[in-house]
């Protein structure tokens, strides 16, 4: 079963059109917080996929000592090696959380959630109890959901929405991804999903569109659109290396992924016959 047609129709809404009439930022900046010493691929995967998905800018906030190894892996990043101090997310309605099995198993446990819980329920509880920030559960399928019913007063003003909105959703994509798992590729889902919450931010700023999305539906449209694009590209690559197939390889299928599911301008709604998803 296809992603629902209001889903693609409200993500093509947030794709920057390509006619000429935006300036450099208004098709998205995307900042990526981490990196360390002895973690520098993760912050170039994710930043440059961020660019590869069409995201104008692309800057990377790190560790001092990791900043030289990023700026040396590409140009097309700026980089800031002034990462400090790790922020909370409970109740920031914009964060998406992007768990493996095992991360969410770990998150389940430590907002007090049974990680015996069938595993759609359960990302939908961990939402709740987060205060309605997204979770893209990551899996065979990816499930996307989120809950703000338990969401406080202060967190929804924290958040900018309607403390009296609740919403609750759920949707699963099952397009058809490759059949080798290897690290880096939650970094690439980083990228795609952070392009299109920045694709939101300049909708609702007014850089194009008619803002008829409220802003409260763009992480869940985000975590979508990224997801199907992540694991489109997954398959091209793996299709092209095999058994071989790296991270690095699936940069540079991000834009022909997104192109044979939105067209190359945004132009397309569903058009990949391989997988879809459902509600």
């Not at 979770?135 to 924290?158: F, H, P």
């Amino acid at each position: 079963m296809p992603v629902p047609k209001h889903i693609l129709d409200q993500i093509k809404q947030l794709i920057p059109p390509l006619n000429g009439s935006l300036h450099k930022g208004q098709s998205g900046r995307v900042g990526v917080l981490g990196g360390a010493l002895d973690y520098t691929g993760a912050p170039f995967f994710a930043a440059m996929s961020a660019q590869r998905m069409g995201a104008d800018l692309s800057h990377v906030i790190c560790s001092p000592t990791a900043a030289s190894a990023i700026k040396s892996y590409s140009p097309d990043l700026i980089v800031h090696p002034i990462l400090r101090e790790d922020h909370l997310i409970k109740g920031y309605r914009r964060a998406i959380l992007t768990p493996n099995v095992a991360e969410f198993k770990r998150l389940s446990e430590q907002v007090n959630v049974d990680p015996k819980t069938p595993a759609k329920e359960r990302a939908m509880h961990v939402s709740r109890a987060l205060g309605g920030v997204t979770i893209l559960q990551k899996g065979a399928e990816d499930i996307i959901c989120t809950n703000t019913g338990g969401a406080s007063a202060e967190e929804a003003r924290v958040s900018k929405v309607d403390p009296s909105e609740s919403t609750e959703e759920q949707v699963i994509v099952d397009v058809t991804g490759g059949l080798k798992r290897c690290g880096g590729q939650g970094d690439i889902l980083t990228g795609t999903v952070g392009t299109v919450l920045a694709w939101g931010k300049c909708f609702e700023d007014g850089a194009f569109g008619d803002g008829s999305i409220p802003s409260s539906r763009i992480p869940l449209l985000a975590a979508t659109c990224g997801s199907m694009v992540t694991r489109t590209s997954s398959r091209h690559a793996f299709s092209k290396r095999g058994r071989g197939v790296v991270t690095q390889d699936m940069l540079p299928e991000v834009g022909g992924a997104f192109a044979e599911i939105f067209g190359a301008e945004g132009e397309k709604g569903w058009g990949n016959s391989e997988g879809g998803g459902k509600l």
